[in-house]
């Protein structure tokens, strides 16, 4: 464990007894019971400087990317607690009479930033978890990290709003945004079922609704963050009935409020047991998803624009797919900074064009949707998806 790391946990254990042990209602039954108010006997030491260690070793196998993952998932508190206690010097470094106005809200002050940190420790615990059934599954250990890799807690917090997204009633809407279109388009094109390939697959939301419909799916996903969350979920030793788990994702995003009590919402799920019948191919979908004329469609949702080199995404789709076999796409075109050509959409088909694909230009349209939306936030971002159909030729 690096140093600053350590340092952190004791400071962030220490300053824990500097809040006021209320909590926000009785925590669901799944969870213990909200840490007591804890009284320190002495004095917090100054807080570190938080920043990342000048070298951070690199991932460079599938057993280094699972490590870096589940040390993400288990570092989540830490940094989670850093993060109110910053906010509560902050707080606490006002004029005194302000502070006291603060404390005199409905939900005072220095009570929320005590829930918020309540939350923060059962978040902690379900995410721990997921990294341990995901070291499980791949018969690692924590002890085999010995590089010390660190995972990305912006990650772990995407990923807790992802949950929300696909796996809850309060991402229905969005789902069906993009979801209904897909499949109505993948039931017309192979209507008897077929073998599917969904890169991008993320926490597999969209896998499972194919699946369901009696197709064969293969769900690719690059980043294991969201592998070791999809394999908790998947398995019924730790997701054993609908809503078996409680997360509160927004704990730290205090802006864009209309209630002060909005960033302490629960989030139950999933709202489905997964399908077991999904199978997984983590890692790059250049790489890992290998064979021709294998699949009879290939799905990509919010995915193409995650290219480095669009080419080879557009190549390895022909290759993959059975003659006759239907592409369909529906995403936006955000394009990563790392991209190195940014075609629009009239272009991208183009492109399709000239790799063999035969476009279905009539099927190309936009589709409004947001991502992830939260509930209650005064912001919400809205893509202007474009969703097409291509085929590759007899």
Do not use: C
């Not at 009633?169 to 969904?198: T, Y």
């Not at 997701?239 to 409680?246: A, E, K």
């Not at 983590?282 to 949702?301: K, M």
Request: without cysteine.
């Amino acid at each position: 464990m690096p140093f600053i790391r350590r340092v952190l946990q004791l400071s962030a254990a220490v300053a824990g007894g500097v809040y006021l042990g209320f909590s926000l209602g009785e925590p669901p039954s799944n969870h213990e019971t909200l840490l007591p108010t804890i009284v320190p006997t002495v004095a917090p030491p100054p807080a570190p400087v938080h920043q990342a260690s000048t070298y951070r070793p690199k991932p460079s196998t599938a057993n280094d990317y699972i490590l870096q993952a589940a040390e993400g998932y288990d570092y989540y508190p830490t940094s989670a607690l850093w993060r109110l206690d910053k906010r509560r010097k902050n707080f606490e470094s006002l004029p005194e009479a302000h502070v006291a106005i603060a404390n005199a809200l409905p939900t005072p002050w220095s009570q929320k930033l005590g829930i918020a940190r309540d939350l923060a420790h059962i978040n902690g615990k379900l995410l721990r978890r997921v990294a341990d059934h995901g070291l499980a599954h791949y018969n690692l250990s924590r002890e085999q990290n010995v590089l010390e890799f660190e995972g990305n807690q912006d990650v772990i917090e995407e990923i807790m709003g992802h949950i929300q997204r696909d796996w809850t009633p309060i991402g229905q809407k969005e789902r069906d945004e993009v979801f209904l279109p897909i499949m109505d388009a993948l039931q017309k094109a192979i209507p008897h079922g077929g073998k599917v390939m969904v890169p991008g697959a993320g926490l597999g939301r969209l896998a499972h609704d194919i699946a369901e419909k009696g197709y064969e799916v293969d769900a690719n996903e690059y980043e294991y963050t969201s592998i070791l969350a999809s394999l908790f979920l998947q398995d019924p030793t730790t997701t054993p009935y609908p809503n078996s788990h409680t997360l509160y994702p927004y704990i730290l995003e205090w802006a864009h409020q209309q209630k002060s009590t909005s960033p302490f919402n629960p989030v139950t799920f999933p709202d489905v047991i997964p399908s077991q019948s999904i199978h997984w191919i983590p890692g790059d979908f250049l790489t890992q998803v290998t064979g021709e004329g294998v699949y009879d469609a290939v799905v990509t949702l919010f995915f193409i624009d995650t290219s480095e080199n669009f080419f080879d995404y557009l190549q390895k789709m022909y290759r993959i797919l059975k003659p006759g076999g239907v592409w369909i796409n529906l995403g936006p075109l955000k394009w990563a900074h790392w991209a190195k050509v940014t075609p629009s959409a009239a272009e991208a088909l183009s492109l399709a064009e000239l790799v063999g694909f035969e476009v279905d230009h009539s099927s190309h349209r936009t589709i409004e949707t947001g991502y992830a939306t939260r509930p209650e936030f005064l912001i919400r971002y809205v893509y202007s998806t474009q969703f097409w159909q291509a085929r590759k030729p007899l």
